[in-house]
Nanobody, 119 residues
Framework: QVQLVESGGGLVQAGGSLRLSCAAS????????MGWYRQAPGGQRELVAT???????NYADSVKGRFTCSRDNAKNTVYLQMNSLKPEDTAVYYC?????????????WGQGTQVTVSS
């Protein structure tokens, strides 16, 4: 089992920046993909960005060029640097991790951290 704990959410004005962190514990040796999803009020949970242990990254089109997902494998931590934030980025952000060659549904989730962007 993998446990994930997020930190770094909060309230920021449009155009501002925030940095989210997520630390993994437990069976961390099994983790291949780590990243972030978000869920806005009334919306579905959607991919924001992920990074593999090999350094490959994947971003939603809506955040490309503004968000950067990075990992520190030695610390079992994934980060999300969010710049040029927009009100539509307001959501609960969830950390996510899963082993290689497994479906998304097999992953572990953090408890979520609220990000609110005011206009």
């Amino acid at each position: 089992q993998v446990q994930l704990v997020e930190s770094g959410g909060g309230l920021v004005q449009a155009g501002g920046s925030l940095r989210l962190s997520c630390a993994a514990s437990g069976s961390t040796f099994s983790i291949y993909v780590m990243g972030w999803y978000r869920q806005a009020p009334g919306g579905q949970r959607e991919l924001v960005a992920t990074a593999t242990s090999g350094g490959s990254t994947n971003y939603a089109d809506s955040v490309k060029g503004r968000f950067t997902c990075s990992r520190d494998n030695a610390k079992n931590t994934v980060y999300l640097q969010m710049n040029s934030l927009k009100p539509e980025d307001t959501a609960v952000y969830y950390c996510y991790a899963r082993p290689r060659f497994t479906p998304i549904t097999s992953g572990s989730w953090g408890q979520g951290t609220q990000v609110t962007v005011s206009s």
